[in-house]
């Protein structure tokens, strides 16, 4: 399973981002896909995710309402519109893949992820 994570950048505060993780070689039917990421001397925090089976979406309080996160029919390209973006949003962001669902958003959980992509809020 290959996971590959594009749409990282420098951007000022208040602008936008948008995240890709394209999927290939997965046989799962049932998984979440999302985010995590993870700030300079910080805990790695699971940002968002979304469900397989039903689409039901996982967003952490931080990025509640200015993060949005869909996938394409094929379920094959997940993506994070990131709106309003602080410079908290500073980080590191991991697409991962979980085999238990959007309930349980966890990195302890994940069972596949991607490379890092590197997304800095800065004037």
């Known amino acids: 399973v290959q996971l590959q994570a594009s749409g990282g950048g420098l951007v000022q505060p208040g602008g936008s981002l948008r995240l890709s993780c394209a999927v290939s070689?997965?046989?799962?039917?049932?998984?979440?896909i999302g985010w995590f990421r993870q700030a300079p001397g910080k805990e790695r925090e699971g940002v968002s995710c979304?469900?397989?089976?039903?689409?039901?979406?996982y967003y952490s309080d931080s990025v509640k309402g200015r993060f949005t996160i869909s996938s394409d029919t094929a379920k094959t390209t997940a993506y994070l519109q990131m709106n309003n973006l602080k410079p908290d949003d500073t980080a590191v962001y991991y697409c991962?893949?979980?085999?238990?669902?959007?309930?349980?958003?966890?990195?302890?959980?994940?069972?596949?992820w991607g490379q890092g992509t590197l997304v800095t809020v800065s004037s």
């Open positions: 991962a893949i979980n085999e238990v669902g959007s309930d349980y958003w966890i990195d302890t959980l994940v069972a596949y």
């Open positions: 979304i469900s397989s089976s039903d689409g039901r979406t």
């Open positions: 070689g997965l046989t799962l039917k049932y998984y979440a």
